[in-house]
């Protein structure tokens, strides 16, 4: 059974860091294309990072330059390095991994204050 986990969110100040982890239990994490996505009260759900199995990123216009989307293949981890936080970043962030089948994980809230 896959399970997927996320970990890492909190509090930050604006113009603060954080590093949000995805985990994975059941599935290879460096076979899969990887893409971390956020929800904000009010908002539909969008994507904001991705990672695809050969390593290419791409990231939504509005977190260009601040966030970074990496692996850690032999932790089977991917990580959303998020820099320069801002208020409009506050939201529950999720982890989806897609190989053959999507999986979801149950989100980690950020908070950006200002």
């Known amino acids: 059974q896959v399970r997927v986990a996320e970990s890492g969110g909190g509090l930050v100040q604006a113009g603060g860091s954080l590093r949000l982890s995805c985990t994975a239990s059941?599935?290879?994490?460096?076979?899969?294309?990887i893409g971390w996505y956020r929800e904000a009260p009010g908002h539909q759900r969008e994507l904001v990072a991705r990672?695809?199995?050969?390593?290419?990123?791409n990231y939504v216009d509005t977190v260009k330059g601040r966030f970074t989307i990496s692996r850690d293949n032999a932790k089977n981890t991917v990580y959303l390095q998020m820099n320069s936080a801002k208020l409009e970043d506050t939201a529950v962030y999720y982890c989806?991994?897609?190989?053959?089948?999507?999986?979801w994980g149950q989100g980690t809230q950020v908070t950006v204050s200002s």
């Open positions: 989806n991994v897609q190989l053959f089948q999507s999986y």
């Open positions: 059941g599935i290879s994490l460096r076979l899969a294309d």
């Open positions: 990672i695809s199995s050969s390593g290419a990123t």
